[in-house]
């Protein structure tokens, strides 16, 4: 990503823009900014189009050069940014705000308190935590999102000026192409004929004189050919062009409506257009309205909805690594880095000595028959837990689908009890169970550092 310039000290690197605050523009720069009709502004756009606004302002802290009402202004202006994806950097002139804190000291001015309260109403993000001339955090690089910008880093002293270069990253998502791949559909499934067929196996006579690790295998084949078998397969594609979660069928109806009027008349300002596209817009709002309102009221049942639709608001996309490793080489591929994950996490394991272990106090006073010798595995209890399974969860490891376990939970209830009793008999747990997905999650600090 190259970053175009916004003044003659914006510093512009592949992969990186860096910033040096100093006398950069007028107020105009953040006016024109929202414009895009000079250098004071730019638009970053990836290959699919999606854009990210940069734009510079300098906010002097001398009244009479511009005259009052100068940091309304700037209010003003940030307000106007609504929605839009944009990052918004300068030299801001605010030393009475504790950014740590995000609050403003006693000696805050009230034009003070107003940009902050502005940042605040309108949920931007500000990522430049360290000072910027002298002990002071003067100069700001301002987001919509949190995940747009990483790494701010203090460069030192810009030549001729009081203020250091602060050098930071930002994030633009580039979807890759579209690429189509099978799944199965679980909703299409033949659940009679599944069920039908399962119900002739004896799993008894099947997993009795068999390991653990053997009846595991046996298990997990005849449940994949029955997959295989009875649920059909469907193509999906990776691309984002598919209507929003909130579209009902009535909105999409007058969304085409709209469309089909103005093909008609062809004029925007038909009586005719003008009715559909108002109606289209009532109707796009009250389902999306209506959608996220049921999100909340189910928000205490369904949690993983909320925060996918949340998600999905997201403009960045970010992912994990590339990563840098202890003799600072990038670390690209999926192996490797999970690697240097792994190196990571053991490196805060604790190495007991096993020579100073001190005995443990006796907490069981009982007789020896009540001692506690083996573990109860209870038919009903596995046939309760089955039950319950949320069918809109994603596989395991394993590969097997919650959907799938809950239609044919009737016939799955003896062989997961061999299994369990043959574990406990054995000592021995199927490699299976010891494998999860683990997704790292990004905490603060560089991203390239395995530990942050």
Known sequence: MICSAATDQILVREGECCYTSGVF?????????????????????????????????????????????????????????????????????????????????????????????????????????????????????????SDTINDVRNLGHFAGSDHDILSFDINISISESSVRRLVFDYAKGDYTSMRNELQSVDWTNILESLSVVECWKTFRDIIESVEMKYIPVKSVSSSKTQKPVWMTHKALKSVKRKYKVYSKYNSRIHPACVAAAKKAKT??????????????????????????????????????????????????????????????????????????VPDADKVFHGTPEETLYDIDVNIDTIRAKLSKLRTDKAPGADGMSPWLLKEIQEFLVIPIYHLIRKSLDEGIVPDDWRTANVSPIYKKGCRDQASN
């Not at 997201?314 to 600072?328: A, E, F, H, N, R």
């Not at 192996?335 to 394991?349: D, G, Q, R």
Request: proline share 4%; with cysteine; net charge positive.
């Open 25 to 145: 523009c007028n107020r105009l720069s953040l006016l024109l900014y929202l414009n895009f009709q000079n250098k004071f502004g730019a638009i970053l756009r990836s290959a699919n189009t999606r854009e990210i606004l940069i734009g510079v302002c300098y906010r002097t802290p001398t009244p009479s050069v511009f005259g009052p009402g100068n940091d309304g202004l700037l209010c003003d202006l940030i307000q106007e940014l609504g929605n839009k994806h944009h990052v918004l950097m300068g030299d801001f002139n605010y030393p009475d705000i504790d950014w740590s804190l995000h609050s403003c000291l006693p000696t805050a001015s009230r034009d003070c308190r107003m940009f902050l309260d502005c940042l605040d109403d309108n949920f931007l993000s500000r990522h430049v935590t360290i000072p910027t001339r002298k002990d002071s955090i003067l100069d700001l690089i301002i987001s919509d999102e």
């Open 283 to 356: 109707d796009l709002k009250n389902a999306k309205k209506n959608f996220e309102y049921k999100l909340a009221q189910n928000i205490k049942k369904d949690k993983k909805s909320l925060f996918a639709y949340a998600r999905s608001k997201s403009k960045v996309k970010t992912k994990v690594g590339p990563l840098v490793d202890s003799k600072g080489q990038a670390v690209t591929s999926n192996l490797e880095m999970a690697e240097e994950f792994n190196k990571c996490f053991t490196s805060t394991f604790t190495v007991e000595d096993v020579n100073i």
